[in-house]
């Protein structure tokens, strides 16, 4: 069963990651039939596992490597996005994000070198949007021309905060002078498609210098926001520093306070909130992220990364929930064994598919469409699910929630709030769906729908 560990304002992660990582994905499936036209396209993530130093609050897949690997790394990740992708059954990849750890840190040539592998294999529309995550140190920035020419036509920017003393405290490597001076950089070379993550909720942070920070940031961004309400996560620095009482960090009301403030100001600022912590304006959404939300298929290339799709194969039809090795030397070692380091394969239910589609769904402001519903359950509609319950009646007369004739949606206040809404409606949707199994159940054996511990 699924475990809420995702804050609303917070670290809405690109997908995958929180929601459904570990054990939370019950490992037992039931038979489900995945339309074709769901499994033919998908987006592509890569992870680059290296930064050069740990960050104090940060617990994401990295390593501080001992020796230079880069040359074994970009042989490997070529080679398992070659094995990934005709393990799929996609023919078209609509998006690629090389995330990390510090992808910055790679030679423009292992990009290149990843793109070329991808498009010998299938297509890659010229349009694909081709996001590279940067950390702005002044080494980041000198490459991003080469970048560029190397395939990427989005930079994502990891400013975390504009105040010198804060990013010391954080354990960053740059300076605000050197985040403003990369996102110039950076807007020059793809104008209209940079984007910063800043983080809120920083110790000593107040709501009065958060609006500050807000403004100076406004003056220079592109236009793309992600605002990632800092989390306090297990094992790291800040987290025992915290524990220990040597930091402290706002209040819940407080960051509440500032999420509230900051969807306000970029408001006024022309931005529009598409997701959570996600705001664009001129159109300028993440195509990448936006497939993770619109629950479609992604391919998840390279050491911890988290995949969804249809293999080849076994009947073709049950999607799967993939997460590679984690540990890099482990993960090459596999590779260069089998061609990838697949560490576990879940097959998804039909009931966990739908609770993925919408946990990740309700992010968006407007949120999940009758019509995109049906694409993943034509025969249980949103209404028929959700109208008739007490529960949801309540989040629907207090406000918080929507279901109207475009579809399921949280309303601005229920956004805030929808790490509270999101357990009634997961309630509902398994009560619902058990009551009414699906029509193919009987179509299937059960050595058809089994959990698949032996990678392949
Ligand atoms: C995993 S980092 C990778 C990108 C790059 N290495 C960097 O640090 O900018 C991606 C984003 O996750 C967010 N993040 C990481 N740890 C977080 C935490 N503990 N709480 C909230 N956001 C976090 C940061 O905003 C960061 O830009
Ligand atoms: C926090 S999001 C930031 C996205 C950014 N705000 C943007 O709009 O482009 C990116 C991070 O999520 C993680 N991530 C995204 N997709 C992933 C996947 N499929 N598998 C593993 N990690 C993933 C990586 O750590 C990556 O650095
Ligand atoms: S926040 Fe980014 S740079 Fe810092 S340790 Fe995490 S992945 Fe590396």
Redesign the pocket.
Known sequence: MIKLTCRAA??V?CPGLRCFSGGEVTEHASGWIQSPHLTEQASLYVHWPY?LRR?S????N?YIPKKNNDHIMTKCLQWETDTLLQLSQVSCITSVFF????PSLTHPSTIAAILETLSKRMSLSDEAEITL???PTPAGMSKLDDFVRAGVNRF???V?SLQDEDLKSLG?DHSSQEALKTIEEARRLCPGRVSV???FGRPKQTVESWEKELSELLRICDDHV?L??????RG?Q?FKQVQCGEVTVPAEDVTAEMYQCARKTLQQHGFLQYEVSNFARHNSVSHHNMSYWRGKQYIGVGPGAHGRFVPLGEGGVFREARTQTLEPDVWIREVQQRGHGTRRRIQLSRLELLQEVLVMGMRKTRGISHKHWELFSPEMGLCEIFGASMDVQQLVQSGQLILDDRGLCCSWDGLALLDSILPTLLVELERQILQKPHRDHSVFTDGQTKKTSNPQ
């Open positions: 917070g670290r992660l930064c960050c609050y940060c617990n994401f990295k995330g990390g750890g510090t995550e940067v950390n994502s920017i990891g975390q960053r993550d800043i983080m992600s990632y309400q800092l989390t306090l996560e790291t800040l």
